[in-house]
């Protein structure tokens, strides 16, 4: 069979455009309303994951109707240049939304930019006054990629109350997140890092396995239970033999999709819900903004912006 026909390949463009339909409508009303969603990406020096994921916010934000703009930095940008531009973007009415491509340079500090963008234009969740709403089960607006990762699972069907889940990798932006999400939904989580002593004595009980480390292949068959999900969420760039450049996770589908009962592909699986929950995370931002304007001048006003 073809891989393309698996029926055990979990697709994220269903999922992704289903999302984007929905944000499509709320822009379209938000805009006639007079608050136009603006959702500007800061990138600083050149990473190739960063770059595969700006094309398609660029992409995705045009058909939801959503203004869309990146700043680029040189890598040998200070703290104080950036912080400096950021506060300007949180100064600035027609911004909505604003995120920050990570990694940075490592001179970098990545928190103290992250708690430099406003609390209500954080379209990504993670200034520490917005991370903190997923430990008291507030998930409206959640890291995006941890978001999509549990959006998937949830395509299964599984039921996610008390369900075993071992999440490889513990990042502040996937893992830590993805753990708290699933906390919520009733899941029994074991979280896996560099420290861990035998990460496949773990993954090999898992009935939904997330990865999220950035090692192509570091999953083979022999760590995955006989009828588990593995949510891939690894998005690598290797150079084939013919030179080209392509995408690959961290499972290594081949072998493992002989052995699990769902396996979402990469591309095509968490990547393109990733950029759907980002432009539904800028509508949730935006309507927050607007509960505050409201609040404040009345519903009569409209923004200077329009
Ligand atoms: N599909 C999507 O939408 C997205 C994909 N990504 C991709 O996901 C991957 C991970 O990203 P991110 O979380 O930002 O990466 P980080 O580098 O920040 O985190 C990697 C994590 O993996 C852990 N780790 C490293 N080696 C091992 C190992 N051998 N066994 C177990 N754990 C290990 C690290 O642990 P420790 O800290 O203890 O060293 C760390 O917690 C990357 O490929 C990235 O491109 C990221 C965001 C979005
Ligand atoms: N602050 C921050 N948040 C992130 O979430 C974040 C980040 N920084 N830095 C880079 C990584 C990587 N990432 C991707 C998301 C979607 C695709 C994506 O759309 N992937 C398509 C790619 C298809 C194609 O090749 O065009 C797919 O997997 O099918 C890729 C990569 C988010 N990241």
Redesign the pocket.
């Known amino acids: 069979m073809p891989l393309s026909d698996d029926s055990r390949y979990l697709r994220?463009g269903p999922v992704a455009q289903r999302i984007i339909a929905a944000v499509r409508e709320d822009a379209a009303i938000a805009k006639a309303e007079g608050f136009p969603p603006k959702l500007i990406s800061i990138t600083v020096g050149d990473?190739a994951?960063?770059d595969?994921?700006v094309?398609?916010q660029r992409a995705k934000a045009e058909l939801a109707g959503i203004d869309f703009e990146e700043r680029r930095f040189p890598a040998t940008i200070t703290a104080g240049e950036l912080e400096a531009s950021i506060h300007g973007l949180n100064a600035d009415p027609r911004v909505t939304g604003i995120?920050?491509?990570?990694p940075v340079p490592a001179h970098i500090p990545i928190r103290t930019l992250q708690a430099a963008v406003h609390p209500l234009k954080d379209v990504?969740g993670m200034h520490p006054a917005s991370i903190g709403n997923i430990v008291y089960n507030q998930l409206d607006l959640a890291p995006?990629?941890a978001a999509a990762s549990v959006e998937l699972l949830k395509e299964t069907g599984l039921d996610l109350k008390g369900l075993e889940v071992v999440i490889v990798g513990h990042s502040e932006?996937v893992g830590k997140p993805i753990a708290f999400l699933l906390m919520s939904e009733g899941a029994t989580v074991t979280v896996c890092h560099h420290m861990t002593r035998s990460v496949a004595a773990h993954a090999r009980r898992a009935d939904a396995l997330f990865v999220a480390v950035g090692k192509p292949r570091l999953i083979k068959a022999d760590m995955v239970k006989p009828g588990a999900a593995v949510i891939d969420i690894g998005?690598n760039s290797e150079i084939g033999p013919d030179g080209s450049t392509h995408?690959v996770g961290d499972v290594d589908t081949e072998s493992v999709r002989e052995v699990a009962s769902w396996i979402t592909p990469?591309?095509?699986?968490?990547?393109?819900i990733?950029?759907a929950i980002l432009l539904r995370n800028t509508m949730v931002a935006l309507s927050r903004q607007r509960a505050l304007y409201e609040a404040t001048y009345g519903t009569a006003g409209r923004l200077a912006a329009e």
Do not use: D, F, K, L
């Open positions: 994220g990473t994951a960063v595969v994921y094309r398609n995120i920050i491509q990570r990504e995006c990629t932006i998005i995408i990469v591309p095509g699986g968490v990547g393109p990733t950029v």
